[in-house]
C-alpha cells in the first residue's frame, strides 16, 4: 500500500514564481519528513528535513512546512530559477526510526 | 563532504550471470542502504545493512544479495541476473542518530545497469 504520495508527477511554472510541491502521507504521522533534489543521471541529495513538532523550515529559497492534520508536507521554492529545474522527492521513515519510504518525485521544470 | 562512490556508472550484463554492484563510503557511516529506481515506481528499497556483518531485507530482496565485510564497504549482488532487474541502482549511507533516528541519506551517483 502507497505510505507516501507526491501527487504531481511533473510542474511547469515561470522563473520567478513560487513553486509549491505537495507530499502526503497516510497512516500515522511520521517522526520526521526528508525531501531530496534529484538531478538527472545523478544520486538524491538532501535539501532539508523536519519533524512532527515544526510547522515550517526554512532554508535560503526554500520552505517546507508538516501539517500532520492534513498529513501533508509542503515544498515552496521561492524566486524560482531554471536552476531549480529538478526532480524532489520527499521521504519518510515508514515505521519509528526504520529506513526511508521515498515518494515517486515531482519533476519541477523552471521556464525562463 | 561524504563521498560514496559507486563503482560502475554503466553495467551490460547478459541473463544468468551473477552480476556484483560495489558501493564504497568515506565518512565511517554505520548505516548503508541499496535502493533501485525505475520509472513510475520510485525509489525502493532493496537491502540494507546496520553494522558490518549484518543486513536486512528490504521491500523488494528477491533475487539480491548483499555483503558486508566492512564498515565502509557494501556490495549488492545478483546471483543470477534477469531482464527485470534492469535498472538504475543507488547506494546509500547514514549514521545513526539516537531518539532523531537516522541521518539525512548520502547517496552515490547511481550504477544504470542493463541486462540483456
Known amino acids: 500500500s502507497q505510505k507516501i504520495e507526491q501527487n504531481s508527477e511533473a510542474l511547469n511554472i515561470q522563473e520567478g514564481k513560487t513553486a509549491t510541491l505537495t507530499c502526503n502521507y497516510t497512516n500515522y504521522s511520521p517522526a520526521y519528513l526528508q525531501w531530496y533534489r534529484q538531478d538527472p543521471g545523478r544520486g538524491p541529495v538532501f535539501l532539508l528535513l523536519?519533524?512532527?513538532?515544526?510547522k515550517e523550515k526554512r532554508k535560503e529559497r526554500l520552505k517546507v512546512t508538516f501539517d500532520t492534520t492534513l498529513k501533508q508536507s509542503l515544498f515552496h521554492i521561492t524566486a524560482s530559477q531554471p536552476a531549480d529545474s529538478a526532480t524532489y522527492l520527499c521521504?519518510?521513515?515508514?515505521?519509528?526510526?526504520?529506513?526511508?519510504?521515498f515518494g515517486k518525485g515531482t519533476r519541477l521544470s523552471v521556464i525562463a | 563532504d561524504v563521498k560514496v562512490t559507486q563503482s560502475s556508472r554503466y553495467l551490460v550484463k547478459r541473463t544468468g550471470e551473477k552480476v556484483f554492484l560495489e558501493c564504497v563510503q568515506d565518512m565511517d557511516h554505520e548505516n548503508m542502504f541499496w535502493y533501485r529506481q525505475d520509472p513510475g515506481l520510485g525509489l525502493r528499497l532493496i537491502y540494507f545493512s546496520y553494522d558490518v556483518k549484518m543486513k536486512e531485507k528490504g521491500d523488494i530482496p528477491e533475487g539480491y544479495s548483499v555483503s558486508r565485510e566492512k564498515k565502509e564497504r557494501f556490495s549488492l549482488i545478483l546471483e543470477s541476473a534477469s531482464t527485470n532487474q534492469t535498472s538504475m541502482y543507488l547506494c546509500?549511507?547514514?549514521?545513526?542518530?539516537?531518539?532523531?533516528?537516522?541521518?539525512?541519506?548520502?547517496f552515490g551517483n547511481g550504477t544504470r545497469l542493463t541486462v540483456t
Open positions: 521521504a519518510r521513515p515508514l515505521s519509528g526510526n526504520t529506513p526511508l519510504v
Open positions: 523536519i519533524r512532527e513538532n515544526e
Open positions: 546509500a549511507s547514514s549514521f545513526w542518530q539516537g531518539l532523531g533516528g537516522y541521518s539525512p541519506l548520502h
